[in-house]
């Protein structure tokens, strides 16, 4: 393992995933700039997805463990899109996540603090970064959480 973000990662107890192909007709990131906007990330782990709806069969806590993943495979694909080197890293300017959620549940923020409080305790003040947190019907593959980011690199 190599860099300072890697080495912080690994004290952390975590490994980043490789980045995986993408299951449609678009591509994982786009770099405009110093920009880099990486497409919506699902909470997949290991080939097995999190699957749920919060506020139906699934916790609070369990939807804000499945953003952490979300935002670890977010990392997964900016390591891909730095050609390997996620010390290029910035900052996270915004992340955009969506909660599938039923009619009534109301936490969609705290689901999503899964993640961003993973990017702060990561990378510290280069992961914090604007939010939104969106509720909706259904997500693609029954999965619970899904996130998209934009991230600054040098």
Known sequence: MSGVIEKRLSD???T????PAPAA??????QTGDLVWISGQISASDGNLITGKLGSDMATEA?????????INLLA??????????D??????????FVNSDSDFTEQPQVINGASDFLVEALGDAGRHARAAVGVASLP???AVE???VFQIK
């Open 25 to 30: 007709n678009y591509v994982p990131a786009v």
């Open 12 to 14: 952390l107890g975590v």
């Open 147 to 149: 996130i998209e980011g």
């Open 16 to 19: 980043l995933p490789d980045a």
């Open 63 to 71: 939807g804000a463990a499945a953003a952490k993943i979300c935002a």
């Open 88 to 97: 290029r890293l910035v900052r996270v300017v915004k992340l955009t996540g």
């Open 77 to 86: 694909q900016l390591r891909t899109a730095c050609g390997g080197d996620l």
């Open 141 to 143: 593959l029954g999965v």
